[in-house]
């Protein structure tokens, strides 16, 4: 599960609709797409039982992150903790600061450079597609209308994203390991087999191409730069010291 709140690590991605707020989880793109909130409110129920309003939501978010990256076979590193939660979101700012799948290269330098996160820690964070799932309504311009994109890999795509019906349907953002925390999503990229028009413009003949072949042929490379972002990630505006609280449920305030 990826974290994709935008007012920062504060856990806000979280947080219910409530009458005074409308959350981040029905934003563009985290609707349909963002799972796993179950998984996170057996561990904060298990961890509340252990140490009572201790730790936060935004920290077992990041450390879960971590664990499930391990888990798949990925890298670890050690997080930062101390994070506080928010207590409110805002689903337009999860609208209008997460980056679109149509969106071209300079937009996504342009999104996480706002975020203080550089291009190499981009290109490195988008390596997380080597899992996960897209729904049709998101690559299909890109197999249908583009032209840098393998024909073959457009074709066997077609039978699961009709070019009308079928938005939700779900393909592996890396067809070739779906399940596996490896560098194939590099792979993909450097044969033309990006899945969203997104994933295809880091290797388009601009200026990270260089950095996604390296990483299609030194994993070590990538999991380390992976590694490091991921900790610059975490630190993106955390709530500290007296800000914020620390929820009991992480769905609600206390």
């Given at each position: ?88 979101a805002s ?8 980056p679109s ?55 066997s795509l ?97």
């Amino acid at each position: 599960m990826t974290a994709l709140s935008m007012q920062g690590c504060d856990g806000s991605v979280l947080l219910d609709d409530t009458s005074s707020f409308t959350g981040e989880k029905t934003a563009g793109p985290n609707a349909n797409s963002l799972r796993g909130y179950d998984v996170i409110d057996t561990i904060k129920t298990n961890v509340e039982a252990v140490c009572n309003q201790t730790v936060s939501c935004a920290d077992i978010l990041a450390v879960a992150a971590r664990d499930s990256v391990v888990a798949l076979g990925g890298p670890t590193w050690t997080v930062p903790l101390g994070r506080r939660d928010a207590t409110t979101a805002s689903l337009s700012t999860a609208n209008s600061d997460i980056p679109s799948p149509a969106s071209n290269l300079n937009a996504l330098i342009s999104k996480f450079s706002n975020k203080g996160l550089s291009t190499t820690d981009m290109v490195a964070l988008s390596g997380a597609h080597t899992i996960g799932q897209a729904k049709c309504s998101s690559f299909r311009t890109h197999i249908y209308n583009e032209t840098n994109i393998d024909t073959s890999f457009a074709t066997s795509l077609k039978a699961n994203c009709p070019s009308s019906g079928g938005d939700t349907n779900l393909v592996p953002l890396d067809l070739s390991t779906s399940t596996a925390f490896d560098n194939d999503y590099y792979k993909n990229l450097v044969a033309n087999k990006g899945l969203l028009h997104s994933d295809q413009e880091l290797f388009n003949g601009g200026s990270t191409d260089s950095q996604v072949s390296a990483y299609s042929t030194n994993q070590a490379k990538f999991f380390s730069d992976f590694a490091s972002a991921m900790v610059k990630m975490g630190n993106v505006s955390p709530l500290t010291g007296s800000s914020g609280e620390i929820r009991t449920n992480c769905r609600k305030t206390n």
